[in-house]
């Protein structure tokens, strides 16, 4: 494993500080006593992948499968996932949002771009320029 600098370990706590305050503040963008983080990443997982089984939703969601039988039971109560039969094995299920489900995240998801949208239109075009980059590496950072 490389060795790394001061410097890089420097950079490294302040922009993992800064992209845990941002997330933070996206976060508490979601309208209050409404879903749960957990609740809404599940909801995402699917709404992303289209449909999957509550096995892999727990795998990608990376919590126990007790835990997302939980998550996913209040989604259901909800009407914001819905259960059909799994194509092949009749012994498990396939869960996909459902259309309220897919409305309520994408009103979600638009709150918290038009909360970001917001924040970089005071900034230069420069500097907005420059998070569009760091955008870029961060995307890359993520896939290694």
Known sequence: MARVSTTGARTAVLLRE??????????QTRPVADL?????????????AGALTPRELS????????TM????????????????PHPSD???VILAP???????LEDYLRARDE?????LARLAPEERE???????LLNRIARD
Request: aromatic share 2%; no cysteine; proline share 4%.
């Open 59 to 66: 795998d990608v969601e990376r919590v126990q499968p007790p």
């Open 130 to 136: 420059t998070l569009r980059r760091a955008a870029d």
């Open 98 to 104: 459902s259309l309220p489900g897919r409305r309520l």
């Open 18 to 27: 800064a992209i845990t305050r941002v997330n933070r503040r996206l976060r």
């Open 115 to 119: 909360w970001l949208a917001q924040r």
């Open 90 to 92: 009749g012994r498990q």
């Open 69 to 84: 039988t939980k998550i996913v039971a209040r989604l259901e109560e909800r009407g914001l996932v819905q259960r059909t």
């Open 36 to 48: 749960t983080i957990a609740q809404i990443s599940a909801l995402q997982s699917l709404y992303n």
